[in-house]
């Protein structure tokens, strides 16, 4: 098992999951800078924005999880906010940071579309990379499975997916690829796409589909009632994200 503590500087305890999650920031914030300049944008923006929209997006994705697992957390407040401990749900971040960017953007009269598709592809590229928190963890996996089908994986994936004298999907691993995957598509399409916002679409409809299916083998989802609240989400994006794409395409044409 990995030690979730990468080190300490006398009282103060860094961990793995920090670490991860911080270079996930930056590496989306690097990308969106450079895509910026090579789209007529001011890169500042992108600077100035990530300011309002990372803290924003820590407290939603907190919150949003604290809200709805409120019987582990209530009167707890020094466990509401360890983040480190890990829970964070990524639509409770998605929403968080998007508010927060909207009215960035509002402030300062910036192209929504345009904006949201610059930051599109950092956004999933971040989300594969910020998986690997959950890993670390031992966290976001799966059911129990059988030793031999853990042995198709990495010995270190294996090793980690070993929790309390059981082997377990490695759903974070799935849904890091299936990410990974996402953001390709969307640098390959970024040339070929028809109208403002195209990408951003994109990224609601792949992900979530991808992200519907994942959630139905994992063991810690938030649920409400009888149903997963991931997957819920989920098919409410793909269907926004449809519908926009399919008005986007026609309105394309008739240009």
């Known amino acids: ?30 990308l969106a ?7 007529n944008t001011d890169p500042n923006h992108i600077l100035n924005m990530v300011t309002v929209i990372i803290p924003a997006a820590i407290i939603g994705a907190r919150a949003y999880y604290v809200a ?12 509401m906010i360890a983040v480190w401990h890990g ?3 990524i639509h409770g971040g998605v929403i968080g ?30 989300q594969a990379i ?29 090793n980690q997916m070993y929790i309390n004298g059981q082997y377990y999907h490695p759903a974070f ?10 953001f390709l598509l969307l640098i390959f399409r970024w040339p070929w796409k028809k109208f403002q916002g195209e990408i951003a679409l994109l990224y609601l409809v792949l992900y979530s589909t991808g992200r519907f299916f994942i959630e139905g083998i994992r063991t810690d989802s938030l649920m409400m009632g009888p149903f997963r609240v991931a997957q819920l989400i989920s098919v409410a994006l793909i269907i926004i994200g449809l519908t926009a794409l399919i008005k986007g395409f026609r309105n394309a044409k008739k240009l």
């Not at 709805?68 to 466990?79: K, P, R, S, V």
């Not at 691993?173 to 299936?178: C, N, P």
Request: include cysteine; hydrophobic fraction near 50%.
């Open 1 to 30: 098992m990995i030690d979730p503590i990468a080190f300490e500087l006398g009282p103060f305890v860094v961990r793995w999951y920090g670490i991860i999650m911080a270079s996930a920031f930056l590496i989306g914030i690097t």
């Open 33 to 39: 800078y450079y895509r910026a300049s090579a789209n």
């Open 68 to 79: 709805f697992e409120w019987e582990n957390y209530a009167g707890d407040f020094l466990e």
């Open 87 to 89: 829970g964070l749900a």
């Open 97 to 126: 940071g998007v508010i927060a960017g909207l009215i960035y953007v509002k402030m300062y009269c910036l192209p929504v579309w345009k904006i949201a598709d610059i930051m599109a592809p950092s956004l999933i590229l971040g």
């Open 130 to 158: 910020g998986r690997w928190g959950n890993f670390i963890n031992q966290e976001a996996h799966g059911g129990a499975v059988s030793e031999q089908f853990i042995n198709y994986f990495p010995t270190f994936i294996k």
């Open 173 to 182: 691993l799935y849904e890091s690829i299936w990410n990974l995957i996402v």
